[in-house]
C-alpha cells in the first residue's frame, strides 16, 4: 500500500512537470520545473520597474506579499513574477487560488489540492504538506489571501518547515508574520491632462498602453491618434491608473468613442461593468472588486472609509471631527485602511496628509448615500472647512502667510466642496463666510476669478443675515 501510494506520487508530480505551463522565459522548457501558473491570454503590458524591484524583493525574501487597492493586478503580477522566475525553482511553482476559502482551517488543503498532495492515514493534511515540501526548492503563490489572513500563522509554518520554499502572496493587507516583506503594487503611470503629448510619446505611459491594447482586443480597427489622444489620458487619469478600471473601460470602445467614454466616466462605478466570464465575480465589475474589499472591513472600519469619502485629502484632526471619532479611534482607523490599500498617505510636507483614489471615493459617496448619512457628513465637513477659513484669516498677513496660503492651497478641492454643499443647502450665509474669510487666499493664490465667481453666486438671489453679506 504504501509502494502504491509513493508511485502515485510520482506519477503526480510527472503529470504536473509534463504541463505546458505559461509563457516562459528565455531559456527554459516546459518540463524544466513542475507548475500549475494559469496561462495568461491577455498580454502583460508596462510594470518593468515594478518587475524588478519585485524579482529583486523575491531573491532576497522568503514571504513576499503584494499589496495594493482594489483593480491595481497584483494577481496579474505574482504570476508574472513566478514565470520570470521559473528557473529559480526545480522543485515547481505553484499558483494557489483562495478567492474561494472563506475558513482558515482549508487553506491547507487549498494547497495540496494544488501541489497535487494526496492525504495520507494518520497525518493532517498540514504535515503533509510539510513532509512534501521539506526538500523542496519551490515557490507558492497565496492568491487573494485578504479574506483568510487569520490563517497567516500556517504560513509561517510552512515556511519553517520548508527552508527552501518562498512565498509570494497577495492580499489587500499584509499578513503580519515576522520576515514578511511588502510589496505596494501601485496604480500605472498615467499621463498629465493639462498638457497632452503627441499619441507615440503618450503610448510610453503603462495606463494608456494598456488601454490601447485592451481596445484593439475589443475593436481591432481601434487607433490611438490626435483626434482621441486627449480624451484617452483623461481617462487613463480619472481611473486612477488602475489596470481593472481601464481594462474595463477599453471594453466598451466597440460601443462608445474614447470622447463620448470619458464624458460618462463622470459615473465610473455604472459604467465599468461587463468583465470576462471566466473571471472571478469581484473581477468582472470595478463596483465588486472594491465592495470585496469594503465587505472584509469591520463595521467600524466600514463607517470610517464611507465617511472619510467627502474628503478631498484629509488630515488627522479633520477626520476626526467629519467622522465623529475620537483622535485614537481616527488614528488606529486611518492606520487599518492605510494597510488595506483603501487610503494613502499623499505627497507633501508637513503633517501627514491622506486621500483616496477617485474610484474608492465614488464608492465610498454610495455606501454613504446608502447608509443615509450624506448630509450629516457633509454638513460636518463644510463645519470643519468654515473652521480652517476663520483661522486662517488672520494668518493671511502675518508671518505665517506663506505657510497658511500652502495649508489652503491644499484644501482647495475640500474648500470648493464646502462651497458647493452651501448652495446645494441654500445656506449661503455658511458659504459667505467661507469664501469671505479666505479673500486674500483668493488674491494672493490666483484664484481671483474663482473667488469672485463664488461671491457672486453666493450674493445673488439669496436672502442672508447682513453681516455676512456686507463681509461677502
Known sequence: SAELEQLEEQILRRD?????????????????????LPLQRTSFVGRERELALGGELLKKSRLLTLTGPPGSGKTRMAVRLAVDHLTDFPGGSFFVPLAAVTDPQLIATAVARALGVREVLGETTLQGLKGYLHHRRALLILDNFEQIVEGAPLVGEL??????????????????????????????????????????????YDAVALFRARARASDPSF???????????????????????????AARVKMFTPQELMSRLEKRLAVLTGGPADVADHHRTLRDAIAWSYELLQPDERVLFRRLGVFRGFNLEAGAAVAGLANGDILNGVDSL?????????????????????????????ELEIAGETQEVARRHADYVLRLAEE?????????????????????????????????????????????????????????????????????????????RAKG
Open 338 to 366: 492605510l494597510s488595506k490599500s483603501l487610503v494613502f498617505r499623499s505627497v507633501g510636507i508637513g503633517e501627514a496628509h491622506y486621500a483616496m483614489l477617485e474610484t474608492l471615493r465614488e464608492f465610498a459617496l454610495e
Open 16 to 36: 504536473a512537470a509534463l504541463q505546458p505551463g505559461p509563457d516562459l522565459p528565455p531559456g527554459a522548457t516546459p518540463t524544466m520545473a513542475p507548475n500549475n
Open 223 to 249: 487607433e490611438l491618434s490626435s483626434a482621441n489622444a486627449a480624451s484617452v489620458a483623461e481617462i487613463a487619469s480619472r481611473l486612477d491608473g488602475l489596470p481593472l478600471a481601464i481594462e474595463l473601460a
Open 159 to 204: 515556511l519553517d518547515a520548508a527552508p527552501d520554499v518562498k512565498i509570494v502572496a497577495t492580499s489587500r493587507s499584509p499578513l503580519g508574520l515576522s520576515g514578511e516583506q511588502e510589496f505596494l503594487i501601485p496604480p500605472l503611470g498615467v499621463p498629465p491632462v493639462d498638457r497632452i503629448p503627441d499619441p507615440e510619446t503618450l503610448s510610453v
Open 392 to 468: 486662517s484669516e488672520p494668518q493671511l498677513t502675518g508671518k505665517t502667510q506663506r505657510i497658511w496660503i500652502e495649508l489652503l492651497s491644499r484644501e482647495l478641492e475640500n474648500i470648493r466642496g464646502a462651497l458647493q454643499f452651501a448652495l446645494d443647502a441654500d445656506d449661503p450665509d455658511l458659504g459667505l463666510c467661507i469664501a469671505g474669510s479666505i479673500w486674500r487666499f483668493w488674491e494672493i493664490s490666483g484664484h481671483l476669478a474663482e473667488g469672485r465667481l463664488w461671491l457672486e453666486t453666493l450674493l445673488t438671489n439669496r436672502e442672508t443675515s447682513d453681516s455676512v
